[in-house]
Nanobody, 127 residues
Framework: QVQLVESGGGLVQAGGSLRLSCAASGRTFSNYVMGWFRQAPGKDREFVAAIRRRGITTYIEYADSVKGRFAISRDNAKNTMYLQMNSLKPEDTAVYYC??????????????????WGQGTQVTVSS
């Protein structure tokens, strides 16, 4: 079992930056596939980024809409995952959720495949 708590959301102007954090409880954080999703009002929850490790190799995926602007990372020693968001746009406005899963099979882009979720943190980008 793992509990996830996001922080770092807020209001920022277009072109600005924010860094989200996701603190996880539990001893086996390093074994989890971790991801970020977001949900804007009236829209479905959508994939943002995911990070996993197999042996010494770290694998990262991004949604096309955030490639080159967002960077996902994790510090297993601190049981924390991050999302650095740069060049923010008004369309990035959403509640951002961190998510975790122990199963490495199946799509990393599908929210249904994640077992654990944080409560979400609001990101608002003004134009």
């Amino acid at each position: 079992q793992v509990q996830l708590v996001e922080s770092g959301g807020g209001l920022v102007q277009a072109g600005g930056s924010l860094r989200l954090s996701c603190a996880a409880s539990g001893r086996t954080f390093s074994n989890y596939v971790m991801g970020w999703f977001r949900q804007a009002p009236g829209k479905d929850r959508e994939f943002v980024a995911a990070i996993r490790r197999r042996g010494i190799t770290t694998y990262i995926e991004y949604a096309d809409s955030v490639k080159g602007r967002f960077a996902i990372s994790r510090d297993n020693a601190k049981n924390t995952m991050y999302l650095q968001m740069n060049s923010l746009k008004p369309e990035d406005t959403a509640v951002y959720y961190c998510a975790g899963r122990t199963d490495y099979s199946g799509s990393y882009y599908t929210s249904d495949n994640y077992n654990y979720w944080g409560q979400g943190t609001q990101v608002t980008v003004s134009s």
